[in-house]
């Protein structure tokens, strides 16, 4: 049985700003779609393809605090730099994945890799925030670098294209992600005329983006840059490009629980945010310059 579509949530009329290099749209929760109503996805920033200018100074984000979940990047254009208050650092080059678990705590910022910034090009990517359940709300901050490399690959037949999994499992092949809960993530790429056809838990919160192109998905055509919300019923997805797409597909256990949040902070009840920020304040989350 195939999902219905709940809703088709055009592109916002207007970005907004994460620091100074993230030009983002925000579909959760910002589109009217509550974090529980895509419990475990939190957040979804969608940086559409922007041209960013030569600078000597990296445009991004400087420190801050996270707590509670894990932030996921996924980049498509462009290069990010990024460190933390553990001493992990790296580059994410497109085709990458950062899957930073904050847990108990961390510090963190992102910026433009410095040769990036320097010639500029198109920016896209996505960031996703992935709630933790509350017995591992308080596990050591960590992170996955994933690389394009690491990715698992379905190459689809008669040339339709290739799916990427990052998380979770499809046709016997598993992502490298190594998640709380069970969540799927597959970043798919379709040519002109392909199609994808796969089955995700009827229980789960399903959504779909089109980073790229526009797609038929379920018998409703769907343009670029809109977020579909599956109703959580059925199993099956389908998907048909009528021109070169790239899609993102998520799919996740709902975890049951409060949900508090404040800024960088997602815990069970306000109690426990009130303790994040002092935690925080009192520089339990390490140094960070």
């Known amino acids: ?61 400087d420190v801050h605090p996270h707590k509670g979940f894990e932030t996921v990047t996924i980049a498509y254009k462009g290069s990010v730099e ?34 990036f910034s320097k010639k500029g090009g198109l920016f896209e990517m996505v960031q996703l925030w992935v709630n933790l359940p509350k017995k591992d709300k308080s596990t050591a901050a960590h992170y996955q670098p994933i690389t394009a490399a690491d990715m698992g690959k379905i190459t689809l037949p008669n040339d339709a294209g290739v799916v990427n999994v990052i998380a979770g499992q499809v046709n016997d092949i598993k992502g490298p992600a190594k998640t709380y809960t069970p969540v799927n993530m597959l970043d798919i ?36 840059h809109s977020f579909v919300l599956f109703a959580n019923d059925g199993e099956e997805i389908n998907i048909t490009a009528p021109e070169d797409a790239v899609i993102l597909l998520l799919s996740g256990e709902p975890i049951n629980e409060p949900i508090a949040s404040y800024g ?13 920020i002092e935690e925080f304040q009192n520089g339990k989350y390490g140094e960070l310059v």
Request: hydrophobic share 35%; no cysteine; proline share 6%.
């Open 189 to 224: 790429k379709l040519n002109k005329g392909g199609s994808f056809t796969t089955k995700v838990d009827a229980t789960h919160n399903t959504a779909l983006l089109i980073i790229n192109g526009s797609a038929e998905v379920n018998g409703k055509k769907v343009n670029e």
């Open 1 to 61: 049985m195939q999902k219905n579509i709940e809703r088709i949530i055009e592109k916002p009329a207007k970005p907004g700003m994460v620091g100074d290099g993230f030009r983002v749209y925000n579909f959760i929760p910002g589109a009217n779609i509550s974090q529980r109503r895509m419990s475990p996805f939190l957040m979804l920033d969608f940086a559409a393809a922007f041209e960013f200018g030569p600078s000597n100074e990296p445009r991004g984000v």
């Open 82 to 115: 990024h460190n933390d208050s553990t001493g992990n650092r790296g580059i994410i080059n497109p085709g990458d994945v950062q899957w930073m678990t904050a847990g108990a705590g961390i510090l963190h910022k992102e910026f433009h890799e410095t040769e």
């Open 264 to 276: 960088p902070f997602v815990m069970n009840t306000q109690a426990e945010i009130y303790e994040a």
